[in-house]
């Protein structure tokens, strides 16, 4: 995977994504590995590389755009019918399933504060820098 990623012009697996942070898992995947590798495999040499590099909250940032972006192309939606409260739920959901052990209570407090106070309609964060997401899960690492 990493020979790929270096192949392609990349130093580093989240070099990589980052450059693409709109792209699932599974697309990032598709791109370095039709065949061979999968999404599972990609979250998990990004985790390596957020660990050794202190990074692993704009990881987790990023892996809310991720969902977001599949989830809701359109953004957030303006009002939480049933059909968009399962799409809001589905990407909190899968967002919570991608999160590192060490950021699980603050993945669920981001979520439930985005429940509470839904940021404006149409709200799509185009990458892990967006000012919402950093209010929400402001960077601690040293």
């Known amino acids: 995977m990493y020979e790929r990623v270096r192949e392609r012009g990349y130093d580093s697996l989240t070099a990589f994504a ?3 942070p709109t792209a699932s898992l599974v697309a990032l995947a ?3 590995g039709p065949d061979d ?3 599972v495999q990609v979250f998990s040499g ?5 660990e050794r590099n202190h990074q692993v909250t704009r990881l987790v ?3 809310l755009v991720r969902e977001l972006c599949t989830c809701l192309p359109n953004g957030w939606p303006a009002v ?4 968009n409260r399962f799409k809001v739920a589905k990407a909190l959901g899968l967002w919570s399933s991608f999160t590192p052990t060490t950021h699980e209570e603050r993945v669920r407090r981001a979520g439930d504060a985005l429940l509470a106070t839904p940021p404006p309609p149409g709200w799509r964060p185009l990458g892990p820098d967006d000012e919402l997401l950093r209010t929400l899960l402001p960077d601690e690492e040293a």
């Open 18 to 20: 980052e450059a693409r």
């Open 30 to 32: 598709e791109e370095l």
């Open 37 to 39: 590798i999968a999404g």
């Open 46 to 50: 990004l985790v390596a590389e957020a």
């Open 61 to 63: 940032r990023g892996q």
């Open 80 to 83: 939480l019918d049933d059909a």
